[in-house]
């Protein structure tokens, strides 16, 4: 069951017309085109997407996309919240969400349950994971990974016993409190101050331990503030530490680094892995177009035309456009759903500039998203000396100038 959280508040505008795993990452994919390939190379083939906010593009993604054959029992469904005899409410956390889905499972058989995050970006096997979850013979078992303190603030901490039996539990504690849950962790670890264990968000439940949880704690909606304090107090939970890398798409901010260390010549995040494909919608587009520009650590998607001057540590989406003379730096431009038609073309003037990047300008540090135009002689130089919030046509968020789905910027704009 992979969680598609809530309104995705800490990443708008992106999740303006869109839910959060329906967000565009690495150029052509979808954010929860993660975890369901670490399903699928993991052997899984029963998956429910659990989502409520914004649903329409992430449910036509998973139906274009995921399409077992017909001797197949496997399946990538999308549950969203409804009303019921027993609930006539929306999803109101993590558990919650959870507890309203469970009778879709009734006709499955099954003895645990996976429950993943719709907003992750890593590579994991999890049948390492649930291997360890039969040998412990646990009841619940949660994949944790250390973090500085900085970071724990913003997580569930835990600490164990020698054996990895998870004895305490918090969620999201106090800077101030952070000094008592320290763990004993490896000296490289602790030379770099990841002295925290983290919850990822990734559990393996036994069945019956996670309908009794639900059952005994009916008004409990979140897993970390309050299924998991419970289950350590009769029921075997144990930590499964995991070491390849992994990062949270929570904010603005940390999708935008992730995006842009993808194009790195080694990134800690391999695309390239012939054992850990990443799947997506296969989309039937031309081969991308390049006249004339410099690129320097740059990914660029299929159907694009670029003509631009130069193009630098950036992410190109799917049927980009950038015009001749325009420098892009910086920046994750997520394409367009359709190329321009030659009506439009012909209707082009300095209001009504094509899809995509006009000639002749410079953006640099921005994240532009899909079926933007953006016209001639535009300048856009994201940074800490523009005033953060909603704009006139577009938003700064941690210095990072942000133009929302369908935003049109005039001929000569300057930010």
Known sequence: MILGGGRGSRLHPLTGHRSKPAVPIAGKYRLVDIPISNCLNSGIRKIYVL???????????????????AFSSGFVDILAAEQTPKSQTWFQGTADAVRQSLHHLENHEFEYILILSGDQLYQMDFN???????????????????????????????????KYRILSFIEKPALDKLSEWKSPVPQNLKADG???????????????????LMKENPEAVDFGKELIPKALQNAKVFSYDYTGYWTDIGTIRSFYEANLELTETLPRFNLYDNDNLIYTRARLLPTSKISGTTLD??????????????????????????????????????????????????????????????????????????NVQIGNDVRIVGGSHLSEGKHNFFYVMDGIVILPKGAVVPDGTSI
């Open 297 to 370: 650590k740059v990914l660029i998607a299929e159907g694009s035309i670029l003509e631009a001057s130069r193009i630098v540590n950036s992410v190109i989406g799917i049927r980009s456009r950038i015009g001749k003379g325009t420098t892009v730096e910086n920046c994750i431009i997520m394409g367009n759903d359709y190329f321009p038609t030659a009506t439009e073309i012909a209707q082009k003037d300095a209001r009504h500039p094509l899809l995509g990047i006009g000639e002749r300008c410079y953006i640099s540090n921005a994240i532009i998203d899909k």
């Open 51 to 69: 989502t409520q906010f914004n649903s329409a593009s992430l449910n036509r993604h998973i139906k274009n996309t995921y399409n077992f054959d």
């Open 128 to 162: 390492a994971l649930i291997n360890e979850h039969k040998n412990t013979k646990a009841d619940l078992t949660i994949a944790t990974i250390p973090v500085i303190d900085q970071d724990a603030t913003g997580f569930g901490i835990l600490k164990r016993d020698e």
């Open 194 to 212: 990841k002295e925290y264990l983290a919850s990822m968000g990734i559990y393996v439940f036994n069945k019956a331990l996670l309908k009794q």
